[in-house]
């Protein structure tokens, strides 16, 4: 299950929780933004990037190992689906521990100096939504659907973030959409 598929099955789930009106039987599956829609890589920059990271690499072999690394997580991750409430609780730990893992291998890759800004706030983001994911977890597992809503709607606006640099840096395999 995608990040995106997660975060919106999570929303439909709190709400109809929150209403008592049921839970959601949707699955969903990852998938890869549009690689023709897709900016150069090098418009992943930062507004201002002073990195010490600096790399032989080109702009294309960053890219295609960030690709690899983030569709080989999107596979984990779509393993996992959630088609109750009482789901995420039990599958999100185990879907931040994909994302964590992804995170850690990311940021082994040494961006080209003019990627370095973006890619660093990417990674940032990332953390973001992988904390949140668990927090999520565990709002889910009690009776505070408020906490769990809120929750959500951090990790919702990092992934908006971090998936906008990645369409804008040609990362394919790092955006992902509900299908």
């Not at 990040?3 to 949707?26: D, N, P």
């Not at 690689?35 to 032989?56: D, F, K, L, N």
Request: aromatic share 6%.
């Amino acid at each position: 299950m995608s990040r995106t598929s997660i975060a919106a099955l999570a929303l439909a789930v709190v709400g109809f929780a929150a209403s008592g009106c049921g839970s959601s039987s949707k699955q969903a599956s990852s998938s890869t933004a549009d690689a023709s829609s897709a900016q150069p890589a090098s418009s992943i920059q930062g507004e201002s990037s002073h990195s010490q990271t600096g790399s032989s690499k080109t702009p294309e072999s960053f890219v295609a190992q960030a690709n690899a690394i983030c569709r080989s997580a999107n596979a984990k991750r779509a393993a996992y689906h959630v088609t109750q409430y009482s789901d995420y609780a039990r599958y999100l730990p185990q879907v931040a521990a994909i994302e964590n893992a992804e995170t850690a291998e990311l940021a082994k890759l040494d961006p080209p100096s003019s990627l370095a800004g973006g890619w660093r706030k990417m990674l940032a983001y990332n953390k973001l939504i992988s904390a949140n994911t668990l927090k999520f977890a565990k709002a889910s597992g009690s009776s505070d659907k408020k906490e769990a809503r809120a929750v959500l709607a951090v990790a919702q606006q990092a992934e908006q973030k971090a998936q906008a640099i990645a369409r804008r840096g040609g990362l394919t395999g790092c955006t992902s959409t509900s299908s």
